[in-house]
C-alpha cells in the first residue's frame, strides 16, 4: 500500500512567486493534516482536513496560504505570494477513522521549500 | 495549551552504548504522547506511542520509552546504539479532545560514533 506522498520534494522559488504543494494521503484517510517546521525548530501544526473539510485551521499563519482538499482525496497548499520566512520544510500526514488523541498519524516526506 | 521540551538539540553516542533522549511534556488532560524518527530523506515514522495502560512502551527497532506522570516526562531509550539508529527524533504529545493534531518538541538529532 502507498503510503502519504507528496510533491515536489523540493522547491526554489523567488520572493513573490506563487507555489503550490501537492499531498496524496494514504487511500481511505479521511484525516489529513498539513505542519511546518521552519529553520530546524519545532513542527507546527497548519491545519486539518476531515475529507473535505476544514476541520480546524488555526495553524495558518496569514491568509497568503490557502489550503484545499478537492472531493477529500488530495489536497494543495498554495502559498501566494510567498515571502522569505515561508522557507520551510512542509509536511503532509493522514490518518483514519474518528480522532481518539491515540491516533497514528502517517507522514510524508515532505516538502523543502526555499523561497530567495 | 499543550507543550513538549526535548532537552539537547544533538546527541553523539557510540556504537553499543546506550541512547537516551529526554522528552518532558505539559498537558492540560491526560496526554497521548508519541516518538517519531526521521532517516535522512524520508518522512516521520512511529516509533512508539502511549496512550493508555502500562507506563512502559516497547516500539520498534529496540526502542522503549516511560511515560512518568509525576515528571512530566517521556524518554525515549535503547539499551545498545546501532549505526542505523542515527537520525532525528521528535517527540509528541495530543490530547484526546480540542485540537486534533500533534504538538511536537524541536527534535533531537542523534549521531552514532563507530
Known amino acids: 500500500e502507498a503510503g502519504v506522498t507528496q510533491f515536489p520534494s523540493h522547491s526554489v522559488i523567488e520572493k513573490g512567486q506563487t507555489v503550490t504543494l501537492r499531498c496524496d494521503p494514504i487511500?481511505?484517510?479521511?484525516?489529513l493534516y498539513w505542519y511546518r517546521r521552519v529553520m530546524g525548530k519545532e513542527i507546527k501544526f497548519l491545519l486539518h482536513?476531515?475529507?473535505?473539510?476544514?476541520?480546524?485551521e488555526s495553524g495558518m499563519p496569514n491568509n497568503r496560504f490557502l489550503a484545499e482538499r478537492t472531493g477529500g482525496t488530495y489536497s494543495t497548499l498554495k502559498v501566494q505570494p510567498a515571502e522569505l520566512e515561508d522557507s520551510g520544510v512542509y509536511f503532509c500526514?493522514?490518518?483514519?477513522?474518528?480522532?481518539?488523541?491515540?491516533?497514528?498519524?502517517?507522514f510524508g516526506q515532505g516538502t523543502r521549500l526555499t523561497v530567495v | 495549551a499543550q507543550s513538549v521540551t526535548q532537552l539537547g538539540s544533538h546527541v553523539s553516542v557510540s556504537e553499543g552504548a546506550l541512547v537516551l533522549l529526554r522528552c518532558n511534556y505539559s498537558?492540560?488532560?491526560?496526554?497521548?504522547l508519541f516518538w517519531y524518527v526521521q532517516y535522512p530523506n524520508q518522512g516521520l515514522q512511529l516509533l512508539l506511542k502511549?496512550?493508555?495502560?502500562?507506563?512502559l512502551v516497547k516500539g520498534i527497532n529496540g526502542f522503549e520509552a516511560e511515560f512518568k506522570k509525576s515528571e512530566t516526562s517521556f524518554h525515549l531509550t535503547k539499551p545498545s546504539a546501532h549505526m542505523s539508529d542515527a537520525a532525528e527524533y521528535f517527540c509528541?504529545?495530543?490530547?484526546?479532545?480540542?485540537?486534533?493534531?500533534?504538538?511536537f518538541g524541536s527534535g533531537t538529532r542523534l549521531q552514532v560514533q563507530p
Open positions: 500526514a493522514s490518518s483514519q477513522g474518528a480522532w481518539t488523541g491515540g491516533t497514528e498519524a502517517f
Open positions: 487511500s481511505g484517510h479521511d484525516n
Open positions: 498537558s492540560s488532560v491526560p496526554p497521548y
Open positions: 502511549y496512550t493508555t495502560g502500562a507506563t
Open positions: 482536513f476531515v475529507k473535505e473539510s476544514k476541520q480546524d
Open positions: 509528541a504529545v495530543s490530547e484526546g479532545t480540542g485540537r486534533r493534531a500533534l504538538t
